[in-house]
């Protein structure tokens, strides 16, 4: 059967990034691996950032967002089925980090993907330094990305303190709790810088295997979240970051949690992404003149005004 990983996380906590690193290791020991980008939005962004990964042992698949659940979950299945046909022997998914984790189990156990994958790891990413105040809907989706999994990752923890470390540890085990989940984590959580990672530490997190835990569901599928969307915004990198500097810090925009994108400026792309703890901007070899603004009760008049491009929106 063929093994496959699911690698979650809320948004921008470096899911993206770890992939990379992950499926290198796995292709370095000789796997033929399938990555599925399942994004939230109906524009996926990050399958850009792992085209350097494409090659004859290596191919990528997307699904994007815009659609209900029952359109999306067939549409992960089909992609399930075309990946499954293609030879691989492992399939790593990257989903959003707005995502139903219930719908990952609910899809390995129908035909025909119940005779064709068995799980391997479910592996939770997380950001070491956390807000301490998120959402309702925000905690209930940290909690349920971790109860499942084998291992938690802590990303960015040579940024951020020991107490800040800490504190994210407990803000997990207080989020499972609040979901009415038993399980609570002191082990079974890295928080080894990743630019420190070697072989032993991936052959670890590649057989972390996964836990099925019970907890109270409280996904909402017709939640706050948005998604909006700028296409051919022709805007320079340092108006880039002044507007999303704005967008984070000004309430009045809504509850903004990351802005993300592709800018082009003097021939040459640049990759932008900024959440509440953090923002890069910093130079990939191709990319989409696109701006994408994630985050909960979105003040869209009010964003619209800083883009010259197309808008869109996904709720």
Known sequence: MIKIDLITGFLGSGKTTFLKQYVKYLLDGGSRVGILENDYGAVNVDVMLLQELEDENCGIETVAGACDRDCHQRRFKT??????????????????GIFDIDEFFDCLHEEPLDRWYEIGNVIAIAEAG????????SEYLLASQCANAGKIILSHTQEVSTAETENTVSHINRALESIGCQRRFDSDIVT???????RKDFEEISTCGWRN???????AEHSGYQSLYFMNTHINSETAGTVAKTLLSEPSFGDVFRVK???????????????????????????QEIIIVIGENLAKDKI???FGGKEHENT
């Not at 080894?192 to 070697?198: G, I, L, R, V």
């Not at 994108?261 to 990319?287: D, Q, R, S, V, Y």
Request: charged share 25%; proline share 3%; glycine share 6%.
């Open 130 to 137: 956390l807000e301490n105040e998120l959402s309702a809907q």
């Open 213 to 219: 835990e019970s907890f109270v569901k409280k996904f």
């Open 304 to 306: 619209h005004q800083f």
């Open 192 to 198: 080894k810088d990743w630019a420190e990672f070697n």
């Open 261 to 287: 994108g592709f800018i082009l400026e003097n021939g040459k792309w640049h990759e932008l992404n900024a959440t509440h703890k953090a923002m890069t901007l910093k130079p990939i070899e191709n990319g």
């Open 79 to 96: 992609k399930l089925i075309a990946l499954a046909m293609s030879g691989y022997d492992r399939v790593v998914i990257e989903p959003s």
